[in-house]
């Protein structure tokens, strides 16, 4: 996976929170993304998950993503267990292996009497939990963790830190910010110090002209179907089966492409753009 050029600011006006950003990411990558209060380490996240696009540049060669965001939207209408079971699903785990996996990871987190709980009940600790556990199930090639062990107790930190050990030693990519500087320490570790910009506009001065807008796509798995590899992260599976995309709208013919052109192909059950946040 590489980045080539890679800028992006909020708006034709607006200051440049990310600029020329160069990154290879090969196999067995693990980048620890350093940087002060809005120095653009989220905003590099999401561009790295695929929910955000450049305002210049390009992102390529991007694997199948799993993105556990800084903020876990709870509000999903199903229990803890079905939910990481759906994910499973569209990681590319089959039934039998999701709700196991589901059920795995529940217990390692020491969550597994939540699994019958709805999300919406959950304390904000388990919602963590169950927010990190969705990144993990399945075995994708991007794991993207912004701020993922904030909110968890001592042991559940310790089983994340195993658990991004083990991906990064078999081959896929960790990206990661977090607010402790010993954090995988010991690790092999490549390190982004992204720079400081001053005299930024306020985020409520720049937001509304710039917001980049994101559109939901909102799919049906055929039987059996798994999402094809390289889509944007984050897909929210939906009570009724289908699967939410969140993607940056200059990415939206690309994904819908790849959907469509898949064997057997999804059905599109709808675009949207997504409310602003
Ligand atoms: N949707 C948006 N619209 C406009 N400006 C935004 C938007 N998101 C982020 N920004 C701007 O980009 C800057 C970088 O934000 P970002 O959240 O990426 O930084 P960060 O390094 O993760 O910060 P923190 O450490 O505080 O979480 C912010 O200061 C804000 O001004």
Redesign the pocket.
């Known amino acids: 996976m590489r980045l080539t050029g890679v800028g992006?600011r909020?708006?034709p006006g607006?200051?440049w929170?990310?600029r020329d950003l160069d990154l290879d990411l090969p196999e067995g990558t693990l980048l620890r993304?350093e940087?002060?209060?809005?120095?653009?380490?989220?905003?590099?996240?999401?561009l790295l998950a695929g929910i955000?696009a450049p305002s210049t540049g390009r992102i390529t060669g991007r694997p199948r993503t799993a993105y556990v965001p800084?903020r876990f939207p709870a509000a999903l209408p199903m229990t803890a267990g079905a939910y990481l079971t759906h994910l499973g699903r569209v990681h590319g785990l089959g039934r039998a292996a999701a709700s196991r996996g589901a059920r795995e990871w529940l217990e390692r987190f020491g969550a597994g009497a939540y699994a019958g709980t709805p999300l919406s009940e959950l304390s904000k600790g388990t919602s963590q939990k169950v927010a990190v556990a969705q990144g993990l199930m399945g075995t994708p090639g991007l794991l993207v963790l912004?701020?993922a062990w904030t909110g968890l107790d001592r042991a559940s930190r310790g089983v994340l830190d195993a658990a991004v050990r083990e991906r990064v030693a078999g081959g896929a990519r960790v990206v990661f910010?977090d607010?402790d500087p010993g954090r995988l320490a010991g690790e092999p570790c490549a390190v982004l110090r992204?720079g400081n910009?001053s005299a930024?506009?306020?985020?409520e001065d720049?937001?509304r002209s710039?917001?980049?807008p994101t559109m939901h796509i909102v799919v049906e798995p055929p039987p059996g179907a798994v999402l094809p590899a390289g889509l944007p992260g984050a897909p929210e599976p939906l009570s009724d089966g289908a699967i939410r995309l969140t993607v940056a709208r200059p990415r939206t013919d690309d994904t819908l492409r790849t959907l469509l052109t898949s064997s057997p192909p999804w059905h599109i059950r709808s675009v949207t753009e997504a409310p602003h946040?």
């Open positions: 992006r909020y708006g607006g200051p929170i990310l993304v940087g002060a209060n809005g120095s653009g380490k989220s905003t590099l996240l999401r955000d800084e912004d701020e910010v607010h992204l910009h930024r506009p306020a985020f720049t937001a710039a917001r980049q946040p």
